[in-house]
């Protein structure tokens, strides 16, 4: 017992160090942590040199790091901007999540695919990454562009959408009824239970919170720490009530996430609610889950399934580009915007890789259908820089690159920080 206990306490160890040491490496060449996390756990996990391998220990760690993670995802949306984003952000969402659904899914058809698999490859199409585009546009110092106001409410609308998808898909595995009336039904309840949770999180939850807050302060319990517990529990009251209409657990996170947020607390308190969980995701648990994603990768797609990688890959990078850049026709961007917010666009991330996972553990697709999706969403979120910073001297040299102060009211969009 002692020895397991001591095997367990060092591969959990060995976990933590190589997947900070591969964060750290992958933010210093201008990535996403979560991309040196993955490769830490395919370079030092079975697939390649066998160093850390799967333990219960780690799989509890790694559903928990999935948990906070969407908690802290969706206290990086703000509601309110999401219906004042305007008709750029909205087409550009609407295009960014279409497109690639649609392509995905008859990918997954003409293959011979299952419906549930089928589903499965449109949905982590459709995913995006918020905080590659974060990272960039920084970096890039286009925070002050009307680009990089649509890209990210692009974003923002665009998981917000997958997430309400995903919450049919999962009804509709659970239930396995094809016909078009189940699917409907399906869909009708995943975003009832949306709408139901939009509701009392924006007009109820605000009020209940003020009143325990009230009721704190009386009785003295009013703290940092016990406010922070307080936030724990509404995330899983959420995440139970998802799971009473048969969703996953992670649609009642992300909606939590979007209510605290909104709860209108004491500044020194949510910033500490917000410290805490982010550290608790970022810093702990989710780089357990990303190390340990790797751990199901199988290296072989590359030599026994290349044809296959490489046709999903083209679909997926290419759909995300075209349904952006078509979407956005219409609106006042020009169309070098358009094509350039949809190379924006096409970084895949957490949500792809969490909702990948989930289909994996469901038993709803394979290890190399797995494998090909995640490195999917490695590679489009490793061309997101570069063809970003192409587009955007394409749009200096032609004289195309829109400042907020020269259009303000296209412009407006939501600039949060990283969330994947």
């Known amino acids: 017992?002692?020895?397991?206990?001591?095997?367990?306490?060092?591969?959990?160890?060995?976990?933590?160090?190589?997947?900070?040491?591969?964060?750290?490496?992958?933010?210093?060449?201008?990535?996403?942590?979560?991309?040196?996390?993955?490769?830490?756990?395919?370079?030092?996990?079975?697939?390649?040199?066998?160093?850390?391998?799967?333990?219960?220990?780690l799989e509890v760690f790694a559903e928990l790091g999935v948990f906070l993670l969407m908690i802290y995802v969706g206290m990086e949306v703000d509601l309110h901007d999401l219906f004042e984003l305007g008709p750029q952000s909205l087409m550009v969402a609407l295009g960014g999540?279409?497109?690639?659904?649609?392509?995905?899914?008859?990918?997954?058809?003409?293959?011979?695919?299952?419906?549930?698999?089928?589903l499965f490859i449109?949905?982590?199409?459709?995913?995006?990454?918020?905080a590659t585009k974060s990272r960039?546009?920084?970096?890039?110092?286009?925070?002050?562009?009307?680009?990089?106001?649509?890209l990210l409410g692009g974003a923002l609308l665009s998981d917000v959408g997958v997430m309400v998808v995903f919450?049919?898909?999962t009804g509709f595995i659970e239930t396995g009824d094809v016909t078009p009336l189940a699917i409907a039904t399906l869909t009708g309840e995943a975003l009832l239970y949306f709408?139901?949770?939009?509701?009392?999180?924006?007009?109820?939850?605000?009020?209940?919170?003020?009143?325990?807050?009230?009721?704190?302060?009386?009785?003295?319990?009013?703290?940092?720490?016990?406010?922070?517990?307080?936030?724990?529990?509404?995330?899983?009251?959420?995440?139970?009530?998802?799971a009473l209409v048969e969703l996953h657990m992670i649609?009642?996170?992300?909606?939590?996430?979007?209510?605290?947020?909104?709860?209108?607390?004491?500044?020194?308190?949510?910033?500490?609610?917000?410290?805490?969980?982010?550290?608790?995701?970022?810093g702990f648990f989710a780089p357990i889950f990303f190390v340990s994603v790797a751990f199901d990768l199988t290296l072989g797609v590359f030599t026994e399934n290349l044809p296959l990688l490489v046709l999903i890959l083209t679909v997926a990078f290419v759909s995300k580009i075209v349904g952006s850049w078509l979407f956005a026709l219409p609106t006042k961007l020009s169309w070098r915007e358009g094509l350039v917010i949809g190379f924006g666009m096409n970084g895949r991330g957490t949500v792809e890789i969490v909702?990948?996972?989930?289909?994996?553990?469901?038993?709803?697709?394979?290890?190399?259908?797995?494998?090909?999706?995640?490195?999917?969403?490695?590679?489009?979120?490793?061309l997101v820089p570069p063809t970003v910073k192409w587009g955007v001297d394409w749009l200096e040299r032609a004289g195309d690159l829109v400042f907020i102060d020269a259009e303000p009211a296209d412009a407006e969009g939501p600039v949060g920080p990283e969330a994947d």
Do not use: C
């Open 1 to 57: 017992m002692v020895e397991s206990a001591s095997i367990d306490l060092l591969n959990l160890l060995l976990v933590l160090t190589l997947a900070w040491f591969g964060g750290i490496l992958a933010e210093r060449v201008g990535y996403p942590a979560l991309m040196g996390e993955l490769l830490a756990g395919i370079l030092f996990g079975p697939a390649v040199l066998g160093v850390l391998h799967p333990s219960e220990g």
């Open 97 to 118: 999540f279409l497109v690639p659904f649609g392509m995905g899914y008859l990918v997954g058809d003409l293959l011979g695919m299952t419906i549930e698999q089928s």
């Open 122 to 130: 449109g949905i982590a199409m459709a995913a995006t990454s918020l």
């Open 136 to 150: 960039i546009l920084v970096d890039l110092d286009l925070l002050d562009t009307r680009i990089a106001g649509v």
């Open 167 to 169: 919450a049919g898909i």
């Open 195 to 242: 709408a139901a949770a939009l509701l009392f999180g924006d007009r109820v939850l605000p009020h209940l919170w003020e009143l325990l807050e009230g009721w704190m302060e009386r009785h003295e319990f009013v703290d940092k720490t016990s406010a922070f517990t307080v936030a724990l529990v509404v995330a899983l009251a959420f995440a139970f009530f998802a």
């Open 251 to 282: 649609i009642g996170g992300f909606i939590a996430g979007l209510f605290l947020r909104q709860a209108q607390l004491d500044p020194d308190i949510y910033d500490h609610m917000y410290g805490v969980i982010y550290d608790l995701a970022m």
């Open 355 to 382: 909702i990948v996972s989930i289909a994996l553990s469901a038993g709803v697709i394979g290890q190399e259908l797995f494998s090909i999706l995640v490195f999917t969403a490695i590679f489009t979120t490793t």
